[in-house]
T-cell receptor
Framework: GQNIDQPTEMTATEGAIVQINCTYQ??????LFWYQQHAGEAPTFLSY??LDGLEEKGRFSSFLSRSKGYSYLLLKELQMKDSASYLC??????????WGAGTKLIIKP | DTEVTQTPKHLVMGMTNKKSLKCEQH?????MYWYKQKAKKPPELMFV???????INESVPSRFSPECPNSSLLNLHLHALQPEDSALYLC???????????????FGEGSRLTVL
């Protein structure tokens, strides 16, 4: 079957760095997405990885290892507004997104 | 214009009502999606339209009826819903995915539906 695993909740301190891990098992693979979702709002796109390695975009970076079925989202210089759920989603061979349950990130002052 | 617009933002309906959710995008995307999202859960795919034709129906009950009148509009007609259908309904659009693009989904803000 197809499955995405990520931690349910994480807590970090303002100004610090946090890494949110995601492991996936899909029928075929066409990329790994990270989305941010604030409570009561729609998900917004953060990053896409299809090749191994690190993609950096400002304070956010995303890493992929296809051989390990593993990705992480790295958030630096955390701000209070980064408190949100972070959804990992893998695209399978039919180009459908398989979603993780999301990681709720709590930022403390 | 990178927006997906959904109306209404909030909807309360009884189990015998008929209502519709509407979605509009003007990004030239030819794939449009309906997702259902319950609290603290990821989005669940309901329907996908590709080039205005229904390409995926994830075994959704017939009380939900999608319609794609043109490449910019997507509707979800609701009839005889149950209280457990209360959720956030998200519309999304994307370029049709192939090996040359990212398949990034652009989401609307959602329509929060409450069925009494």
């Amino acid at each position: 079957g197809q499955n995405i695993d990520q931690p349910t909740e994480m807590t970090a301190t303002e100004g610090a760095i946090v890494q949110i891990n995601c492991t996936y098992q899909t029928s075929g693979f066409n990329g790994l997405f990270w989305y941010q979702q604030h409570a009561g709002e729609a998900p917004t796109f953060l990053s896409y990885n299809v090749l191994d390695g690190l993609e950096e975009k400002g304070r956010f970076s995303s890493f992929l290892s296809r051989s390990k079925g593993y990705s992480y989202l790295l958030l630096k210089e955390l701000q209070m507004k980064d408190s949100a759920s972070y959804l990992c989603a893998a695209m399978d061979s039919n180009y459908q997104l398989i979603w993780g349950a999301g990681t709720k990130l709590i930022i403390k002052p | 214009d990178t927006e997906v617009t959904q109306t209404p933002k909030h909807l309360v309906m009884g189990m015998t009502n008929k209502k519709s959710l509407k979605c509009e995008q003007h990004m030239g995307h030819r794939a449009m999606y309906w997702y259902k999202q319950k609290a603290k859960k990821p989005p669940e795919l309901m329907f996908v339209y590709s080039y205005e034709k229904l390409s995926i129906n994830e075994s959704v009950p017939s009380r939900f009826s999608p319609e794609c009148p043109n490449s910019s509009l997507l509707n979800l007609h609701l009839h005889a819903l149950q209280p457990e259908d209360s959720a956030l309904y998200l519309c999304a659009s994307s370029h049709l995915t192939d090996r040359l693009n990212t398949g990034e989904l652009f989401f609307g803000e959602g329509s929060r539906l409450t069925v009494l």
